[in-house]
C-alpha cells in the first residue's frame, strides 16, 4: 500500500535538511584541517609559505562562506517548508 504523497514530500525535505547539515559539519571539520596545515606552511615556509598560505585560506575562505550563505538559507526555507507541511498534516488529521 502506498504511502501519503505528504508524508513522503516531508521525509524528503528532512533527509534534504540531514545530509545538508551533515555535510556543513564535515566541511567545518576539514577547514579546521587545512588551518592546522596552513600553519605547518606558513611557520615553515618563510615569507613565501606565508603569502601561499594567506592566498589559500582566502580563496578557501570565499567559497566556503558563499555555501554556508546558501546552505543556510536553504536550511531555513526547508524548513518552513517542513513545518507548513507538519502543519497540514496535524490538521488534515484533525479533520478526520
Same mark, same amino acid.
Not at 615556509?45 to 566556503?64: D, H, K, R
Not at 555555501?67 to 543556510?72: E, I, M, N, P
Given at each position: ?22 555535510? =556543513?559539519? /564535515?566541511?567545518?571539520?576539514?577547514? #579546521? &584541517?587545512?588551518?592546522?596545515? +596552513?600553519?605547518? !606552511? ?21 567559497? =566556503?562562506? /558563499?555555501?554556508?550563505?546558501?546552505? #543556510? &538559507?536553504?536550511?531555513?526555507? +526547508?524548513?518552513? !517548508? ?15
Amino acid at each position: 500500500m502506498p504511502e501519503a504523497p505528504l508524508t513522503i514530500v516531508f521525509e524528503m525535505v528532512a533527509t534534504i535538511i540531514s545530509n545538508t547539515i551533515g555535510t =556543513l559539519g /564535515k566541511i567545518a571539520s576539514l577547514f #579546521g &584541517k587545512l588551518l592546522e596545515s +596552513l600553519g605547518v !606552511v606558513s611557520t615553515y615556509g618563510g615569507t613565501i609559505g606565508l603569502v601561499v598560505s594567506v592566498l589559500v585560506l582566502a580563496i578557501v575562505g570565499y567559497f =566556503l562562506a /558563499k555555501f554556508f550563505l546558501g546552505s #543556510g &538559507k536553504t536550511i531555513i526555507i +526547508l524548513t518552513i !517548508v517542513g513545518l507548513v507541511l507538519f502543519f497540514l498534516a496535524v490538521m488534515g488529521i484533525m479533520v478526520y
